[in-house]
């Protein structure tokens, strides 16, 4: 019995403080109701100002991006980039730039494109830079040296598949060129010894000719964007 009554005396306790809660709120809410609802209606408007500023923010990303991947000059491109240095789609805009630079054989430009995007934290970005710039050095009739620089990239253990036979098949086709048969035979022996479920990919077909003498150029054999 006298637990029942401990239990009723707690209920009219939290009911009481309940009520006092509610009051407080009641008489505040009464004498500063206006003060309440000018901040009510500011955090409205600043929300409402937030999001106007996020839809205004996409669609300019939205805008440069289309601008990035249709603009056709160089110089152009070099604007884009130069006024939006912060835009996520810079480091593949800058590649693209590189690509068009190599096209107009302003290599040293593009060279410097290159230096820069090998650091790009971006690893797609950075692999693709790097390629290209192997393919920028036999343009520029540095093929040892360009052999060599595809070779390196070939051993990279991180280098995506696609990337990795593509760097190996120009090793390859660089050393045919200039008669190093050692060097050559030695790149070959990577695809011969891929699985057979593995060697009906463009590079390893592109491979497989060169081995037997009936390579071709093709436009595939330059930067890649």
Known sequence: MTKEKNMNKQNEN??????????????????????????SAGLVILVALFLLIQKYSENQEIKISWQIANTQKAGDLNNIINKNPRHPAVPLAK????KMLFDEKKYDDAMNIYKELV???????????KIN????????????????KFAEIGDQKTLPN???????YNT??????????????EALSFFSN????KKDSFWCIKAEKLGTGNATP????????
């Open 172 to 185: 390859a086709r660089i050393y045919n060129s200039i008669g190093d048969n050692g060097k050559l035979n």
């Open 133 to 148: 710039f192997a393919y920028l050095l036999e343009s520029m009739g540095k093929n040892s040296e360009a052999a060599a």
């Open 119 to 129: 650091f790009s934290d971006q690893p797609e970005i950075a692999y693709r830079a």
């Open 194 to 197: 891929l699985e057979n479920s």
């Open 14 to 39: 939290i009911a009481e403080l309940t009520y006092d809660e509610l009051t407080h709120f009641e008489e505040f809410a009464i004498k500063h109701g206006k003060n309440i609802f000018i901040i």
């Open 95 to 98: 590649l693209r730039l590189a």
């Open 162 to 168: 696609d990337l990795l036979l593509e760097a190996k």
């Open 218 to 225: 093709t436009k595939k054999d330059q930067p890649g964007n």
